[in-house]
């Protein structure tokens, strides 16, 4: 066993347990699906921001619901994050649990791949960035870009025209049954904000199987990236709520609480 990079997190065991009803099951139970399971996570503030402006890399979570993040990253085979977080964050996307790959174990058992999602390939990423050097120095996979690249080949294109839509909107189902077909079983989605309402929207939100919202006790205040998907109306016209979930259940963690839920899909 090598020795844990200092940045190494603790997750213990006690911790652990309220969070298995909400994961990929482990024991082989989950259900035949070209879908992976996949489970929508972040951290937002009282007035629903996930950070205090487009740019602004924020610390929402505490440590204990902070480590929490990275035990379900070690939980999952991907991470999908959007171009928007790629530039304004630089983020390193592994698990740092203690015990995972590049943390106390040799080998990357237990990193999840990152899948970064940009369509017109803005992110301009470099040898430096977080995700590049984490790979390099054995504690994270490279990741996957999805995107359209000017002279893809024969192949690439055919997958990025399967996968693209009409503007720069990702075809949900699509991609995550390319993810699977290429061996992720299980995803999570960090966001950002945008990569959210688009998932909560009536026609992708069904694709999850499991939410799980860090709340950090701070407003972040005006100008924040605010999670609020679009809104809906009945056969009247009226406005109804855009989505909710079931299942619910809070758990208190430090000074957050972390909700975890199921998509209600009628009703
Ligand atoms: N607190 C937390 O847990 C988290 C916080 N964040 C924060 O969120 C912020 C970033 O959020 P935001 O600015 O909304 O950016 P996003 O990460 O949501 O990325 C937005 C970009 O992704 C592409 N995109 C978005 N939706 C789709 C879609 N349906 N199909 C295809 N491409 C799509 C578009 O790229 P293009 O315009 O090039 O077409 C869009 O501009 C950052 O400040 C980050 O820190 C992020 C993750 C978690
Ligand atoms: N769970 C959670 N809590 C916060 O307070 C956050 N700001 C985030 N952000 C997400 O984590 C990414 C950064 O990850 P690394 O520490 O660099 O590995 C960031 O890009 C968001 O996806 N998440």
Not at 12 to 25: V, Y
């Amino acid at each position: 066993m090598s020795s844990a990079p200092r940045d190494a997190l603790q997750f213990p065991a006690s911790d652990r347990g309220f969070l298995e009803a909400h994961l990929p099951p482990q024991d082989g139970s989950a259900p035949q699906s070209d879908l992976p399971f996949t489970t929508l996570t972040f951290a937002t503030s009282l007035d629903s921001s996930l950070a205090l402006s487009p740019g602004a890399r924020t610390v929402l979570s505490g440590p204990q619901s902070k480590a929490m993040t990275h035990y379900l990253r070690s939980r999952h085979d991907g991470i999908i994050i959007g171009v928007g977080t790629a530039v304004a964050d630089d983020p390193g996307l592994n698990s740092r649990i203690s015990g995972v790959g590049g943390y106390g174990k040799e080998g990357l058992d237990g990193q999840p791949r990152p899948v970064v999602i940009d369509p017109t390939a803005r992110w301009e990423f470099s040898d430096d960035s977080k995700l590049f050097q984490l790979c390099r120095e054995g504690r994270g996979l490279a990741p996957w870009i999805i995107t359209a690249v000017e002279n893809p080949n024969a192949e690439k294109q055919a997958l990025l025209e399967r996968l693209h839509t009409g503007g720069h909107q990702v075809d949900w189902p699509d991609l995550l049954v390319t993810l699977k077909s290429n061996g992720l079983e299980s995803v999570m989605i960090e966001g950002g904000g945008q990569i959210i309402k688009s998932l909560l929207s009536p026609l992708s939100m069904s694709l999850l199987d499991s939410v799980i919202i860090t709340i950090a006790p701070t407003w972040l205040g005006e100008g924040g990236v605010v999670v609020s998907p679009a809104r809906r109306f009945d056969e009247s016209g009226n406005a109804i709520s855009a989505a909710r979930l079931k299942n619910v259940k809070w758990y208190p963690f430090g000074e957050d609480v972390v909700l975890c839920g199921q998509i209600k899909l009628s009703g």
